[in-house]
């Protein structure tokens, strides 16, 4: 399988360029139709022509130094945003200057010209992935379901794949038993070496751990409030006030390190996002995307009988609409007089 590299994307998908600006043009009804970009940050850079998380202008929202990304955003303020037109204008600077990937900073470092003309605004924006210990820990209750909802449909010709499904999961709970408890193991035996063979150093740790502890429960407050179905002014400003906090309890015990991208990313942009789509990033990430697509297949065979594609796709749209945890922002209408 080809690697998804700016030149394998390139190739894959340049020849849709057309298709996808004519379908963001398209009208229906009173609706413009809008393409929404979706994947990680690595491919979001590629696809529109950035250098790579590791370059000294590493943001996509943005055009923000990545020695600045250390002052609070309290302090230095929030940077020239970018957009698709100064993207195409940086690389159009640096195509002119002969592609001098040397000194691509000082052209915010777009290095290619962007696969798909996609306004920033309409990107799938941040990831909200699951442990696969975690996944892989509830594999069998899930496959427990799974198997009884084929008895009910199929009677006794699923025991043969019942019991194979049930079989496959008890062996990939037992794997993650094992393995948690070889950590477990592992991590117990370190400690009791530390507190046996280097008692000095153990008042340094316990001062680490609190530290860690502090600050990882801050940011737990944030991942709270960012994750959920629904944000609301409420939420919102206590997401204002816990991002500071967070940020500030990091720079404070770690003052010599980096500030990740990722990290700029919740500082700067994560309340410009929530104010503006009033969803957790859950629903606004890779896997959010891929549960609506599942959510619409699910849908699909309540309609299955309708011939008209296009009312049936109406009614799926309505449908998950009502169902959203997104609605209750939405004033009802007045009842009309009779």
């Known amino acids: 399988m080809a690697g998804d590299s700016t030149y394998n994307l390139h190739v894959a998908l340049d020849r849709y360029k057309l298709q996808v600006n004519k379908l963001q043009g398209m009208r229906w009804r009173d609706f413009t139709v809008k393409v ?8 979001y850079g590629k696809m529109y022509g950035l250098s790579g998380a590791s370059g000294c202008y590493p943001c996509l929202f943005c055009t923000i130094h990545k020695e600045d990304m250390k002052i609070p955003l309290s302090v230095r303020g929030y940077s020239p945003t970018r957009s698709l037109q100064s993207i195409y204008e940086n690389y159009s600077e640096y195509s002119a200057a002969g592609f001098p990937r040397k000194d691509a900073q000082f052209y915010s470092n777009c290095i290619s010209e962007p696969i798909w003309d996609i306004p920033l605004d309409q990107l799938q924006r941040l990831q909200a992935a699951k442990s696969e210990l975690e996944v892989a820990k509830h594999s069998k209750e899930t496959t427990e379901q799974l198997a009884t909802y084929m008895v009910l449909l199929y009677g006794e010709q699923s025991n043969v794949v019942t019991q194979y499904l049930l079989q496959q999961a008890e062996e990939q709970r037992e794997s993650v038993d094992k393995l948690i408890s070889s950590i477990e193991a592992l991590c117990g035996a370190m400690v009791a070496t530390a507190l046996r063979e280097i008692p000095s150093i153990l008042s340094d740790v316990m001062v680490t751990a609190t530290t860690f502890r502090s600050i990882l429960a801050q940011f737990g407050r944030c991942h709270e409030l960012y994750d959920g179905n629904y944000i609301n002014e409420y939420n919102a400003s206590q997401l204002a006030a816990a991002i500071p906090s967070f940020m500030e309890s990091f720079r404070r015990a770690f003052p010599k390190a980096t500030t990740p991208i990722k990290m700029h990313l919740l500082e700067d942009h994560a309340l410009q996002w929530a104010n503006r789509m009033h969803v957790g990033f859950g629903l606004l990430g890779e896997q959010g995307a891929e549960s609506i697509h599942a959510k619409f297949n699910t849908l699909l065979s309540q ?11 109406l009614y799926i749209v309505k449908q998950h609409f009502l169902t959203l945890s997104t609605a209750p922002h939405i004033t009802p209408p007045k009842k009309r007089k009779q």
Not at 303 to 313: E, F
């Open 36 to 43: 929404f970009l979706c994947g990680d940050y690595d491919f």
């Open 303 to 313: 309609y299955n009988t309708m011939h008209d594609k296009v009312k049936k796709l």
